[in-house]
C-alpha cells in the first residue's frame, strides 16, 4: 500500500488565510478517480509564523500554511527510483502481470524492469496528480474569489519521499477581480459543492467536458492583463454567445449580460468587446517591450476592462456551480429571460 500526500503550501501575510481555509477544508474527504481507481483525500491544515527576508535590510513576518490532501493506493512503488511500478486496476489485473506476459519485455533480466521501465504508467499517473492539484486550486479560487493563493505552490509526496513539486498559478487576478468588482460575486459556495462539479462535469478534460468555457480559467491565472482581457471575452462569448443566433456577438453579449448582471450596463459589454478587438485586430500599438512592461508603464490601457470582463466570467461559472448546470439557455423576445442547464 502506497501512501500519496498532496500538500498546497501557501505564505499568507495578512492573517486571515488560514481560519478561511479551515471552515471550508477541515478533515474534508475529496473524492477522485484515477483510472476507475477510487482515492478518497483527506485534508488537513497546519500553520507556522515565520519571518522572511525581503532584502538584505528587512524582514516581514508571515504565517506559512500547509493545506495537505492524504489518500492510499494500492500500488508498488520502486523506492529507489521513486516511481509507481503498478498499482491494481479495476479488473484486479496488475501491470506486472501483463508486462511480464509481454514476449517484448522476455529478454528483460532486471525485475524493476518487468513492471513499467517505460515509465508509460508513471507518467499517467503523474498526470493525474497534476489534475488534481489544478483541479483543487480552481475549486479554491471559485469558492473563495476573495482569498490571496499567490502562486498555489504543490508538492506531491510517496511515501514521504518527493515525488514532484509545480506552481499553478503565476498572477492572482482573481483576488484583484473581487477586490475591484465585489459587487458581482453574489454567488456562496462550498468546496465540496465546487469539487464535485469540477470532477463530475469533466472540467479540464479537453474530450469529455461538459462546460468547455470553464477550463479557460487555466489560462486566466497564467496571463498578462492583455491576455486575461482575451481570453476572458473568449469565455463570455462561450457562455453568453449562442451560434444559433445569427446576431453579432457583441449585441448578444451586451443584452444577455445586462440581464444576468444588472449592474453591468450594455455599454460597458460593449467596452469591453470594443477593447477586445481593438487589440485582436492590430489596431493596438504594440511595442518591442514585454506587455508585462506596458502595462506598467501605462501603455497597456485596457487593464480596467481586462479585470471587469475576468470578473464577469469567473462568477458566471460560480453560478454555473451554484446551479449544478453547465450552460445558459436564453430565450429572448420582448425581454431576455435565461434559465440554467
Known amino acids: 500500500m502506497a501512501q500519496i500526500e498532496i500538500v498546497l503550501n ?95 519485455c522476455s529478454f528483460i533480466d532486471d525485475p524493476f524492469d518487468k513492471y513499467d521501465q517505460y515509465d508509460l504508467l508513471d507518467d499517467d499517473f503523474e498526470c493525474q496528480l497534476d489534475l488534481f492539484c489544478m483541479r483543487m486550486t480552481h475549486a479554491i479560487i471559485l469558492t473563495m474569489p476573495w482569498i490571496d493563493i499567490n502562486t498555489a505552490h504543490f508538492t506531491i509526496y510517496l511515501n514521504h519521499k518527493e515525488f514532484k513539486n509545480k506552481s499553478y498559478i503565476t498572477y492572482p487576478i482573481h483576488e484583484e477581480a473581487y477586490e475591484q468588482w465585489p459587487s458581482l460575486f453574489k454567488t456562496n459556495l462550498n468546496i465540496i459543492q465546487t469539487w464535485n462539479w469540477l470532477n463530475l462535469n469533466y472540467i479540464h478534460d479537453t474530450d469529455n467536458s461538459n462546460c468547455p468555457a470553464a477550463s479557460i480559467l487555466s489560462y486566466l491565472l497564467n496571463r498578462e492583463y492583455h491576455e486575461i482581457m482575451l481570453y476572458s471575452v473568449i469565455g463570455l462569448e462561450v457562455l453568453y454567445g449562442d451560434k444559433k443566433d445569427n446576431r453579432g456577438v457583441s449585441f448578444k453579449l451586451q443584452n444577455r449580460i445586462h440581464s444576468v448582471f444588472p449592474d453591468i450596463s450594455p455599454k460597458q459589454i460593449k467596452d469591453i468587446y470594443k477593447n477586445r478587438s481593438v487589440f485582436t485586430h492590430g489596431d493596438f500599438r504594440i511595442t518591442s517591450h514585454d506587455l508585462y512592461w506596458d502595462s506598467l508603464n501605462g501603455n497597456f490601457k485596457y487593464i480596467t476592462e481586462a479585470i471587469q470582463a475576468f470578473a464577469i466570467f469567473l462568477e458566471s461559472i460560480r453560478m454555473l456551480i451554484a446551479n449544478n448546470s453547465v450552460k445558459m439557455v436564453f430565450h429572448e423576445k420582448t425581454q431576455v429571460d435565461f434559465k440554467f442547464e
Open 10 to 104: 501557501i505564505r499568507d501575510f495578512r492573517g486571515v488565510i488560514y481560519e478561511q481555509l479551515l471552515k471550508e477544508f477541515d478533515n474534508k474527504i475529496f473524492p477522485y478517480d484515477i483510472n476507475n481507481y477510487a482515492l478518497n483525500f483527506k485534508s488537513a491544515l497546519n500553520k507556522e509564523i515565520k519571518t522572511l527576508p525581503l532584502d538584505r535590510n528587512s524582514n516581514i513576518e508571515a504565517t506559512e500554511i500547509n493545506l495537505s490532501f492524504s489518500s492510499s493506493i494500492d500500488a508498488k512503488i520502486d523506492e529507489k527510483y521513486n516511481m509507481i511500478l503498478y498499482y491494481e486496476d479495476p479488473w484486479n489485473h496488475n501491470t506486472e502481470e501483463s508486462m511480464i506476459s509481454d514476449p517484448l
